[in-house]
């Protein structure tokens, strides 16, 4: 895909760096492994090294923590004071409750009632107050309110400044810790992640290729891209609810279609196998949005990866019991 000239603001490596110097001792330095087993070494040719940055063992299980506590670390006095406000299906939620407790301001999180009762208690056990709606859409309304009325800091799950330069430390450590890579490739919800990856990863190595990686059923980003501007989609359907922005947003998607190759789907029961497989080879347990990229690998990208040197961001694992050994069970046998 042509990468067309934009005017829009990015994440500069000088900021991405500052960033990480901010966030040093707060989050964790996220281990790489390198797959080699099972369907790696069954499916792909011998020539190909997979690599899976392990962020689901960042401070509470996912990367949004990185976003979450750059963001509160900005606001002033005043700020601070009246609290913070975020929207979420429970990731995020986690992540803000966390970083709210640890910077000594209150947070209210906007859920979905189909979030996983065990993000949900993973919110109170952070001191955040919880409040659930019938749907991301009405969590994010319900927290936009929330901004006017009680004049709280909106900390976003995936748009701004903050949020990127937050989530690009994943790919500076990245670069360091896996040199010459022919290709990242990064799960999309909101396209916070990728965004502040691929300006990592571009800036250092133009040559490496990054792709985002999407569900038929929340492909925001998917169609901005072909949209040419950020798109809306009318309902959320896949089981991978951590990538279930309803929504693309301008900054988000500027940053992304600057710097992100491509971005592919893959379908639910690709995101099963792919639980399966990492359960089963690598003994992790990742959530569906975490097995995004490893599903895209086995899947729409096998032909442009093989053979190549490829990293796969394994994104969280937020997940109650139940729902992994179905989603498993469901994957190991198709």
């Not at 019938?134 to 799950?157: G, W, Y």
């Not at 947003?249 to 992304?256: A, I, Q």
């Amino acid at each position: 895909m042509d990468t067309p000239t934009f005017s829009s603001p990015y994440p500069s490596l000088d900021q991405l760096r500052r960033t990480a110097d901010r966030l040093h001792g707060k989050v964790l330095e996220t281990p790489v492994w390198r797959w080699q087993t099972g369907i790696v070494e069954r499916a792909l040719a011998p020539s190909t090294e997979v690599w899976l940055k392990l962020e689901l063992f960042q401070r509470t299980g996912t990367f949004k923590l990185r976003g979450a506590l750059n963001s509160i670390g900005a606001m002033d006095a005043g700020a601070m004071a009246r609290g913070v406000v975020a929207a979420s299906a429970g990731n995020h939620a986690i992540a803000v409750a966390y970083a709210a407790k640890v910077a000594g301001t209150h947070a209210k999180v906007c859920m979905p009632r189909s979030a996983s009762p065990m993000r949900i208690a993973a919110c109170e056990a952070e001191g955040a107050q919880v409040l659930l709606v019938d749907s991301v859409h009405e969590a994010f309304a319900l927290a936009l309110r929330l901004v006017e009325e009680e004049r709280r800091t909106m900390i976003h799950p995936f748009d701004g400044p903050l949020t990127a330069e937050g989530t690009g430390t994943v790919g500076l450590e990245l670069m360091r810790q896996v040199p010459n890579l022919d290709a990242v490739v990064v799960p999309v919800g909101g396209g916070g992640l990728c965004a502040g990856i691929a300006a990592a990863v571009k800036q250092i190595n133009p040559d490496c290729l990054v792709f985002g990686i999407e569900p038929y059923g929340a492909d925001a980003m998917y169609r901005s891209f072909r949209a040419g501007e950020p798109a809306k989609l009318d309902k959320v359907d896949t089981i991978a609810d951590s990538l279930g922005a309803p929504y693309a947003l301008p900054y988000s998607y500027g940053v992304c279609r600057r710097f992100v190759d491509d971005i592919v789907r893959v379908w639910d029961e690709e995101l099963c196998r792919a639980m399966a497989h990492l359960y089963q080879d690598m003994k992790l347990v990742a959530e569906p949005a975490a097995a995004a990229a490893t599903a895209a690998l086995l899947g729409p990208l096998r032909s442009r990866l093989d053979g190549k040197r490829v990293a796969l961001v394994v994104c969280g694992s937020n997940i109650d019991s139940q729902r992994f050994s179905e989603w498993v069970a469901r994957g190991a046998a198709t």
